[in-house]
T-cell receptor, first 112, second 110 residues
């Protein structure tokens, strides 16, 4: 158990819908990262927040957005969902802006 | 541009065989290097990391990796694999950002 928690574990929804994935970092960690893992794309970095501010952006679609709240938990919002958005979404956290990342158990999103 | 490549996509071994998984990167500056493991149905776990110092790094579960700067490599090794090592292994490199390789799927048969 890494100390990073993610909810929900599984999410099944339809195309065109919007979902919110939640992540709580390890105690004391200020950075939160979001990743998408799919069979064809592998593990792709989406976005990083540090202490409430966006720090880095990766291959994140415009339909996706994220934020980090004052209590340091983070939410990833996925809208206008497409079949291709079906994937595992991982959250990771680290102490500083560039420390070792510890991963959560992931949310498996299925878009039907 | 920063990149990382894992040459072995799928490795099949018998128990007690030795393992070496390749990882090469390209980046012009100082890097931090990581190996993560993902057991079936589970999340990524850190196996080992290299920031500086001794280029031979020992991790959990008997794994080690050697950073060879001249070859831009950080290969993962284990002298004797077990069935429980069946998993996917990801090399990751942080230069100006953290990038993961495509992963190597290891299957160990008893």
């Amino acid at each position: 158990d890494s100390g990073v928690t993610q909810t929900p574990k599984h999410l099944i929804t339809a195309t065109g819908q919007r979902v919110t994935l939640r992540c709580s970092p390890r105690s004391g960690d200020l950075s939160v990262y979001w990743y998408q893992q799919s069979l064809d794309q592998g593990l792709q970095f989406l976005i990083q927040y540090y202490n409430g501010e966006e720090r880095a952006k990766g291959n994140i679609l415009e339909r996706f957005s994220a934020q980090q709240f004052p209590d340091l938990h983070s939410e990833l919002n996925l809208s206008s969902l497409e079949l291709g958005d079906s994937a595992l979404y991982f959250c990771a956290s680290s102490v500083g802006e560039s420390g070792t990342q510890y991963f959560g158990p992931g949310t498996r999103l299925t878009v039907l | 541009a920063q990149s990382v490549s894992q040459h072995n996509h799928h490795v099949i071994l018998s128990e007690a065989a030795s393992l070496e998984l390749g990882c090469n990167y390209s980046y012009g500056g100082t890097v931090n290097l990581f190996w993560y493991v993902q057991y079936p149905g589970q999340h990524l776990q850190l196996l080992l990391k290299y920031f500086s110092g001794d280029p031979l790094v020992k991790g959990i579960k008997g794994f080690e990796a050697e950073f060879i700067k001249s070859k831009f490599s950080f290969n993962l090794r284990k002298p004797s694999v077990q069935w429980s090592d069946t998993a996917e292994y990801f090399c990751a490199v942080r230069g100006d950002k953290l990038i993961f390789g495509t992963g190597t799927r290891l299957q160990v048969f008893p």
